[in-house]
């Protein structure tokens, strides 16, 4: 990704460039290293960039929390920040690529986007880590009475996903580059027809990053429509039983299994597993009720929280745990004698938000975005405007 590596300078420097910056906007320091956030807003975005110091050489590069999808944004930035400062750049990755077919916003939804949107078509359906995109692009050319949300975490793949809806002509799909595990809070009970989770990671070190989960069968059920199902497709032995477990565990559910089905479109990843003869299994989850509508508009606003002298010395340095839930100040960024940026974590422990906190003594907000509409992030939400009000000796 973008980054540019730059002759050490001193780095104080950068404060006295804000006001005459075209594009910066505030710069603040770790309390426990010299790492250093500087704010960006550029072409309609808003973002952070990193600078990391190093005896050699200090590292200019993007801030993976806050990062904006379109890369050249990206690129632009750090070459605008590098020339205003004046530094000297010893190696660089942000060359412009003209090649490359502009990313439409008209089908790039972020996840904000969900809180008020008009659903253009009656029918939708949704695509779980989308990967190479070629089952989502099949899918969209043959149904185009249907809306295909695709939802992919790793960037590279949804800028080539958005790139081909372009080339292909393409308009009933929406791009969201975001977990899925939090997503699906954001859609309205009854509305899918299906929900694709294709070849999803196994995880098995770590299965808490699984997919495939209790809650996330149970948003499932809830937004897919009366016969509407789960489509779950894999090569692992060990997610197939795991999805099974899963699956059986719920008091009332139909399920249906197959075993070396072949579809009508297979990805080169999919070849390469029925060359080596590896098995492919697909689990169906129907849901047969019809869901109550559940979703209310969450407030996120920090009414009346300001930044107070000495809060940064009052949070907790530890993890705070609550029933479901847990927030978690990471690190802590000064800017001046009344400004504190702060990395967090919080929500539920199997799909956790990962923000920043902007506190100034004329407010307090979510930088850049606010967490996902969630029942857990609002509760997580309320401890941590509890902790941002705490007074001295508390």
Not at 88 to 98: L, P, Q, R, W
Request: hydrophobic letters at 40%; aromatic letters at 10%; glycine letters at 4%.
């Amino acid at each position: 990704m973008p980054h540019l590596k730059v002759k050490p300078f001193d780095s104080s420097i950068i404060a006295t460039k804000i006001d005459e910056s075209t594009i910066m906007t505030h710069v603040s320091k770790a309390l426990n290293s010299d790492d250093i956030l500087i704010g960006i807003e550029h072409e309609g975005e808003e973002f952070l960039l990193q600078l990391k110091a190093d005896e050699k050489a200090y590292l200019l590069k993007y801030d993976k929390v806050t990062r904006p999808l379109k890369v050249n944004i990206l690129k632009e930035a750090i070459g605008k920040v590098a020339k205003e400062l004046g530094l000297e750049v010893y190696a660089s990755n942000i060359a412009i690529s003209s090649t490359k077919a502009l990313l439409s916003s008209k089908y790039f939804k972020k996840i904000e986007d969900f809180v008020e949107i008009e659903y253009p078509k009656k029918k939708v359906s949704v695509e779980v880590g989308f990967g190479s995109g070629k089952h989502l692009l099949y899918q969209a050319h043959k149904n185009p009475d249907t809306l295909f949300i695709g939802l992919e975490i790793h960037t590279p793949s949804a800028q080539q996903v958005l790139k081909q809806i372009e080339l292909q002509n393409i308009e009933n799909i929406w791009v969201v580059n975001y977990d899925a595990r939090l997503f699906l809070e954001m859609l309205p009970s009854n509305i899918c027809q299906e929900i694709f989770v294709h070849f999803p990671v196994p995880w098995d070190k770590k299965p808490q990053r699984r997919v495939i989960s209790k809650s996330f069968l149970a948003e499932s059920m809830r937004v897919l429509d009366k016969e509407g199902r789960l489509e779950l497709r894999t090569d692992s032995d060990n997610y197939f039983w795991y999805a099974l477990e899963t699956f059986f565990a719920v008091p009332k559910t139909a399920v249906e299994i197959r075993k070396n089905e072949a579809l009508e479109v297979t990805s080169k990843y999919e070849a390469r597993w029925l060359r080596q003869e590896k098995d492919i299994y697909d689990v169906y989850v129907q849901c047969n009720e019809i869901s109550t509508q559940t979703r209310e508009k969450i407030d996120f606003n920090f009414n009346g929280v300001i930044y107070t002298h000495g809060i940064e010395e009052r949070l907790s340095k530890e993890a705070l745990v609550y029933d479901g839930y847990f927030i978690h100040f990471e690190r802590l960024f000064k800017s001046d004698a009344t400004m504190l940026l702060i990395k967090c974590a919080f929500g539920s422990f199997d799909r956790p938000e990962h923000k920043y906190i902007l506190l100034t003594q004329e407010g307090c907000r979510y930088f850049v975005s606010p967490p996902v509409q969630t029942k857990v992030n609002l509760l997580a939400h309320q401890k941590l405007i509890e902790q941002l009000t705490l007074k001295e000796g508390q």
